[in-house]
């Protein structure tokens, strides 16, 4: 039976947040002094989990979805003040995001095997039974009040909870939509066009490993915020993937980690792999609120490991 992990890492980027006007209850905002130029890190924790039915093992699933997760980002910490800008319940909301349309491309069967995967495009959920892939991996990140989504308990975000390629109860029909992220290829020289590169151990979850993505951020309030940077500068000063095409430049240099530390709560929750690192950022523009309209200050996301492509917008 064909498995597949996925793990989502670190992710940098080019700038998170926003202000948005007062009446809002999902207002979204930094604390601590953020000024442009500082780096930010984002701490996280999530899950992932292998479609059922998909044929082959750590081959090509012939564009079916092989993976996919949700998790919460945790705080966001500005590196060069050494003070945490946004923490998770501080101000009585939570960062939510859902992972989706992970399809494997090809591997190496030996261990630990290298792994390369791109967006879906015949099918995602067991059975390849949900439609809408595009060809591209997503993720979303929803802002809701309240408390975090829960994971390990029986009330908990569940596996059966999704209803489609891009819904989850517990996330996705609670929180407002902040921004989506779509990979982009070019994370590795010489890839094929994958998407999304990995190093895991074993080719089912639960395992470990670690991996890297680029991405770009294509809609949400989120996306007006990001200012970027090469990402070879990035990776090249945090020494990673010295193959990589430093040629590419994205929003988004995405590192993960995974593990096999799930509680028992989240095991019966359906839930196979647990991903969790920093994304690192800058910030990126400070701007004041002005009365009765969105105000946003943004911040640039730098990536562990860096950022990457021009933001091209097209209003």
Wanted: with cysteine; charged share 15%; glycine share 16%.
């Amino acid at each position: 039976m064909r498995t597949r992990k996925i793990l989502w890492g670190t992710v940098a980027a080019a700038g998170l947040a926003c202000v948005l006007a007062a009446p809002d209850a999902n207002a979204f905002t930094l604390l601590g002094g953020a000024t442009v130029g500082d780096a930010l890190q984002f701490d996280y924790n999530g899950f992932t989990v292998e479609d059922t039915g998909i044929p082959g093992l750590g081959t090509n699933s012939n564009g079916l979805e092989t993976t996919w997760g949700a998790g919460v980002i945790n705080d966001i910490k500005d590196v060069n003040l050494g003070t945490t800008a946004w923490v998770d319940q501080q101000q009585g909301q939570s960062l939510a995001f859902m992972i989706y349309g992970i399809a494997d491309q090809q591997s190496t069967l030996t261990s630990p095997s290298r792994l390369l995967n791109n967006g879906c495009t015949a099918g995602a959920g067991n059975s390849g039974s949900f439609a809408g892939c595009d060809g591209s991996i997503h993720i979303d990140f929803y802002l809701r009040n309240g408390a975090d989504p829960a994971f390990g308990t029986p009330t908990g975000v569940k596996v059966s909870g999704r209803t489609a390629i891009d819904q989850l109860a517990g996330i996705t029909n609670v929180g407002t939509k902040f921004m989506s992220w779509t990979f982009t290829p070019g994370v590795v020289l010489g890839n094929n066009g994958a998407q999304l590169f990995q190093l895991v151990a074993g080719l089912s979850l639960p395992t470990t490993g670690h991996g890297e993505a680029l991405a770009d951020c294509v809609s949400g309030p989120g996306c007006g915020l990001f200012n970027t940077a090469a990402e070879s500068d990035f990776r090249a000063a945090s020494g990673s993937d010295p193959g990589a095409d430093s040629s590419v430049i994205d929003d988004f240099f995405i590192q993960f980690t995974l593990d096999e530390q799930l509680t028992k709560g989240t095991a019966a929750n359906g839930w196979e792999g647990h991903i969790n690192g920093p994304i690192q950022a800058t910030v990126s523009a400070v701007l004041v609120p002005e009365p009765g309209t969105i105000a946003t200050f943004g911040l640039g996301l730098l990536g562990l490991g860096g950022l990457a492509r021009r933001f091209r917008r097209t209003a």
